[in-house]
T-cell receptor, first 114, second 111 residues
Framework: DAGVIQSPRHEVTEMGQEVTLRCKPISGHNSLFWYRQTMMRGLELLIYFNNNVPIDDSGMPEDRFSAKMPNASFSTLKIQPSEPRDSAVYFC????????????FGPGTRLTVL | GENVEQHPSTLSVQEGDSAVIKCTYSDSASNYFPWYKQELGKRPQLIIDIRSNVGEKKDQRIAVTLNKTAKHFSLHITETQPEDSAVYFCAAKGGSYIPTFGRGTSLIVHP
């Protein structure tokens, strides 16, 4: 298995533009997490899906952020409109919850909003 | 909800020395405590974990101890090497299925 796949790996955009980050979890994993990592705040959980259903989105900073998981093999995190303070590394992680507790992280997307 | 505190934020040691990173948690229902290592520019990866029915676990040069009564757990790295330099995150997970991460410790091992 290739592990968790994220795209793009790097994204540079201008303030006000829409940004879409993509994630493909490990096949068979039924839990998916989106995290944001910054020097100031560390690793923050944004949203958690279980069996494609959003269970906890209390970490989503504001309405500009939205996430979807249309099927078991794909999830998106969208920021519209983007702002410079959204600049961070965004990680997607998956886990075969209920069997193994380990989270498997993707390589991350480094987002820079100018 | 769960609250995880991690100390120190930065740890600098000489090669060959031991390093200890400590975490405390607030939710007595937490029962799974993983440690992740994140090298510069890379993703976090699990290096060791411990469950609440175990007091200590070792894997070569790394070990984790858990004190449920005091609600704290620690990562111990012996005979540190330059390649141990990274950011280490502790986490605690209970019935919510959502792990709560500490803020991370930047470990620097000087050759």
């Amino acid at each position: 298995d290739a592990g968790v796949i994220q795209s793009p790996r790097h994204e540079v955009t201008e303030m006000g533009q829409e940004v879409t980050l993509r994630c493909k979890p490990i096949s068979g994993h039924n839990s998916l997490f989106w995290y944001r990592q910054t020097m100031m705040r560390g690793l923050e959980l944004l949203i958690y899906f279980n069996n494609n259903v959003p269970i906890d989105d209390s970490g989503m900073p504001e309405d500009r952020f939205s996430a979807k998981m249309p099927n078991a093999s794909f999830s998106t995190l969208k920021i519209q409109p983007s702002e410079p303070r959204d600049s961070a590394v965004y990680f997607c992680a998956s886990s075969p919850m209920g069997v193994v507790d380990e989270q498997f992280f993707g390589p991350g997307t480094r987002l820079t909003v100018l | 909800g769960e609250n995880v505190e991690q100390h120190p934020s930065t740890l600098s040691v000489q090669e060959g020395d031991s390093a200890v990173i400590k975490c405390t948690y607030s939710d007595s229902a937490s029962n799974y405590f993983p440690w992740y290592k994140q090298e510069l520019g890379k993703r976090p990866q699990l290096i060791i974990d411990i469950r609440s029915n175990v007091g200590e676990k070792k894997d070569q040069r790394i070990a984790v101890t858990l004190n449920k009564t005091a609600k704290h757990f620690s990562l111990h790295i012996t005979e540190t090497q330059p390649e141990d330099s990274a950011v280490y995150f502790c986490a605690a997970k209970g019935g919510s299925y959502i792990p709560t991460f500490g803020r991370g410790t930047s470990l620097i091992v000087h050759p």
